[in-house]
Each structure stands twice: as C-alpha cells, then as structure tokens.
C-alpha cells in the first residue's frame, strides 16, 4: 500500500478550458479518502488522474513516492472499480476474479489463494462458480471489487460504484465497503460519489471540490461542524444549511447578531471590537432548529410539511427571490401547516460567515 500526492496538478482540455487547476492533496496510507462536489466540479476526472486514464496537464502526481505522470495505468499499482460492474458474461465469479491475475502470468497456486482470500472477505465463496447474470446488482459490484482485491494495488479507486444500485442494496453493498475497509486497515482508497451519506460513513477525509479547486479538507464530522465556507456548509448535510442576513450588534467571546427579519441570535463563535456592525449571513442547520416563543432566528408560516416518521420537515413560505428556509423538528407535527411558527438555535450550533467566509476560523 502507497501514499498518494497531488502538487499544484492541473487539468485542461484543448488548451482553454480548464476543469481543475491547483489541486494540493496528500494522500496517506491507510485512508480511504472521499472526493464529493457539485456535477460538473472535476471529481471523476481527478480520479481518473489518479489511475492514469487522464493525462495530468500540469503538476506532479506520486504514487509511493514515485512521480506517475508519465507512467502507463497499468504500471501504477492501481486497481479501478467502476460505476459499472464491466464483469465479463461469459464468465464465472472465480473467472472474472482471476483473470487479471492469469494475465500477468501467476502460477495456478497464486491464483487460487488469491481468489479464495477475496471471496472470504467479500462473502462471495458460495457464488465462485455462478456467472454474472445468476447475481444480485450488489453481489456483482462485490465481484468487481474482488477482482481488485485479487491484484493486491498500492491504491484502489472508486469511482461511484453504488449508483447504479437501489436504495435497499446501496445500503448493504456501502456496508460491505465499510467492513472491507476494516479488515485491509493499511489498503489506501480514493472513492468518489455525490451521495453524501456514502461520503460522511465511509470516508477517513472528505475532499469537497468546487470551482476548479479543492473548497475543503477534513474528516467528515469536522466538515460538517466546522465548514470554512458556505459553498461546504450548503454542500455538507441535507436538507442544506440555512443562511439567514444580519449585522453584528454585539462581540466578545459571544457574538450576537440582529436579524434582517427582525429576529436576534446569539453565536459561540468570538469576535472583536473590529467587528462590530459588520454584515454577516448566519448559518444554522435544520436539524438544529428548535421551536420557541420567544426570541427567534426565524418566523413565519410554515408553507409545507413533510413527515419523516422520526422528525418532520418544515419548510417556511418565503417571499419571491428569498431562499426558503427549513426546520428539521423530531417527531410528528403535520398541524403546523398553515401556522405561524417561531424558530431558535443555541448558541454553539450558529454559524457566522462574512464574504462567504466562516468567522470561526480566522
């Protein structure tokens, strides 16, 4: 297994446009690292990067050390499972899995541990001898995953490969990657989705891409308490970060901020003197809301509800060109439709950003 490093790696086609540009990354062994962001934002062309099936336009990529720009994919140490499955028909489980391995001229001894291990770690023992079409979508990602195993990489690449899964076997097959991961501690894994909870359960660290460039790098409960900027603060978490105009009335180790709507709040988060009057927006998650009848974040009639079971969505009627702002209320509460409702926060889960910027970590 391998460390990975991307210094100021680029990527540009036809010489005008450019997709990703100044992309830093170091990548340690053991991780399994989480490249997420909006369509369009570069994260499956870095991947590909990664395996070789890019070319870098600028930059240096290393894989164990080793600078990789120039090196053939199949020199790199890497193994690629993809969106889809691409297992060969006419072939069995155990056929599909050694194949690679019969290529590169691996004695029958070598071949049979290697597939005999992967099966064990990926529960695939009792289907060696059954072809793709006699499997479950999720039993035959398992077996593209297998195949990589079998090669024993320095890194292995994930390029969404729960997409093409129902809801019920995405569930069970990111299980599955989950206790892989477990059980290959040294394996380093690069993975891109654009499904969040793959990303927040599965990843060591998340990369959030965006504009071209790396927005934020951290482990998935720091993203998500401590966001840098708004872009990750509306990215990370669903339904998305509530952000809410106002001006600074009061600093020290607390800020309070006087809402735009007329409502008031106060943040964790210190300021300065400096910082006295100064617009921010404020961030707070639905899921941070509380009802109150007193001082609030918000007010204002709630326009729709959902019912989740465990909690119940609020979504407040906002006026043309407002963004619309969500509370996430446990339990059941379908008679608010139509009411007017009032919405407060405490203080350590209010968010200030100034310029798009989080305060927090000047």
Do not use: W
Not at 101 to 113: D, F, P
């Amino acid at each position: 297994m391998a460390d990975v490093k991307l210094t100021n790696v680029e990527k540009t086609y036809g010489g005008k446009v450019n997709v990703l540009k100044n992309i830093n990354l170091e990548i340690k062994q053991g991780e399994l690292i989480v490249f997420v962001g909006p369509s369009g934002c570069g994260k499956s062309t870095l991947l590909r990067m990664v395996a070789g099936l890019e070319k870098i336009t600028d930059g240096i990529l290393e894989i164990d050390g080793q600078t990789v720009n120039d090196v053939p994919p199949a020199q790199r140490g890497i193994a690629m499972v993809f969106q889809s499955y691409a297992l060969y028909p006419h072939m069995t489980v155990r056929d599909n899995m050694s194949f690679a391995l019969k290529i590169a001229g691996k004695s029958k001894s070598e071949i049979t541990e290697s597939v005999t291990n992967a099966a064990k770690i990926l529960q695939l023992e009792p289907f060696l001898d059954r072809l793709p079409k006699a499997l479950s979508g999720g039993q035959r990602q398992r077996v593209a995953i297998g195949r990589s195993i079998v090669r024993d990489p320095k890194v292995y690449l994930f390029d969404e490969p729960l997409s093409n899964l129902d809801a019920a076997l995405r569930v069970a097959t990111r299980i599955e990657i989950a206790r892989l991961k477990e059980s290959m501690p040294d394996s380093t894994m690069i993975y891109v989705t654009h499904d969040q909870v793959e990303a927040m359960t599965l990843a060591s660290r998340i990369v959030v891409l965006a504009n071209k460039g790396i927005a934020q790098v951290g482990a998935p409960l720091d993203l998500y308490e401590r966001p840098e900027s708004e872009f990750v603060a509306q990215f990370i978490g669903s339904p998305a970060m509530n952000l809410i105009g106002g001006k600074i009335t009061k600093t020290g180790s607390a800020t309070t901020v006087g809402l735009d709507n007329g409502g008031e709040v106060t943040s964790a988060i210190p300021t300065s003197e400096a910082d006295l009057g100064r617009v921010v927006n404020v961030g707070v998650r639905p899921e941070d809301f509380v009802k109150t009848d007193g001082v609030f974040v918000h007010e204002g009639r709630v326009d729709i509800t959902e019912a989740l079971g465990e909690v119940t969505l609020l979504y407040f009627e906002a006026p043309e060109g407002d963004a619309q702002v969500i509370a996430k209320i446990p339990g059941t509460h379908a008679a608010l439709r139509r009411q007017a409702v009032r919405v407060t926060a405490a203080p350590d889960k209010v968010h200030l950003f100034s310029e798009g910027k989080s305060l927090r970590n000047r």
